[in-house]
């Protein structure tokens, strides 16, 4: 029997039981099947694949198309955990019908069970509209990256008095249009407290300190597999860019020098079967690509 994915309720339940909900992104079948296997209940598929896959310097070029495509790949690595996928840059923005179009796309095509999408009080009559529609919607304040050029760069927000009352306002606003949840990024720590200790729904931080309901971080940025620029907030978890790069060198060394491969890596004609059949208990060595004897 397949097993049964995590819901939003279930989320919910998390937070009203105290339990905190560990979140990360994941952007291809290979990532979702380590993130389920680490047993976190959520993988957002986020626009950050703009950045951390794609290469460009901001979420902005992200199509519907890109996460779409995403999306379908994290669906068949994980079974259990909910899947949650941003709506890229202008693709909910212009009015509530092409938002909904664009949230179907994702859920039908790709398989999500729910959407996120930036921005707060403007952007709630949208939100409503979807949840009406019945699409699952995570909101997301503070920084905003597809906003990055309007914000001058990718800052801390809510540090002052004015920007923090605004804040609550959009988040309660997100919460009364029906979002299940919320993303507070880069923001103050105690105004992130304040946020969690308002709302009724869970938040969930990225460089907002301890006292959000939930965490999510870049799996890029958590696991080290950058080798550039890694953000304060990620922790450091792993330093996988590294060890790639180790690998490779030695790999390349190996190459270079005939270490590798050895005779044990290597296939051998057996010279009793001259024919061609193969004996009965012959192995045959079976990847995902098929049989490579
Ligand atoms: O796209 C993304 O990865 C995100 C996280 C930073 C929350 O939106």
Sequence with gaps: MRPRR???????????????????????????????????????????LGNVVLGFDSTIPVTVDDMIRHTAAVVRGADTPLIVVDMPFMSYQVNA??????????????????????????????VRRLVDAGVAVMGH???????????????????????????????????????????????????????????????????????????????????????GFTPKHAGNYANLGETARDALERYAEDVKTGAFPTSAQSFHVDRQRADGSKADDAPTVAGPYGSSD
């Design 97 to 126: 019908e092409t938002a909904l179009r664009n949230a179907g796309r994702l859920l039908q095509e790709g398989g999500a069970q729910a959407v996120k999408l930036e921005g707060g009080k403007p952007i709630a009559p949208i």
């Design 141 to 227: 304040i503070g920084l905003t990256p597809q906003a990055v050029h309007k914000l001058g760069g990718y800052r801390v927000q809510g540090k002052t008095s004015r920007s923090a009352a605004e804040l609550i306002e959009d988040a309660l606003a997100i919460q009364e249009a029906g979002a299940f949840a919320i993303v507070l990024e880069l923001i103050p720590a105690e105004l992130a407290a304040e946020i969690t200790e308002i709302l009724s729904i869970p938040t969930i931080g990225i460089g907002a300190g301890l006292h959000t309901d939930g965490q999510v971080q870049v799996l890029y940025d958590m696991l080290g597999l950058s080798l």
């Design 6 to 48: 995590i819901t939003i309720h279930k989320i919910q339940t998390m937070k009203a039981n105290g339990e905190r909900i560990p979140m990360v992104t994941a952007y291809d079948y290979t990532q979702a099947q380590i993130v389920e296997a680490a047993g976190l209940p959520m993988i957002l598929v986020g626009d950050s």
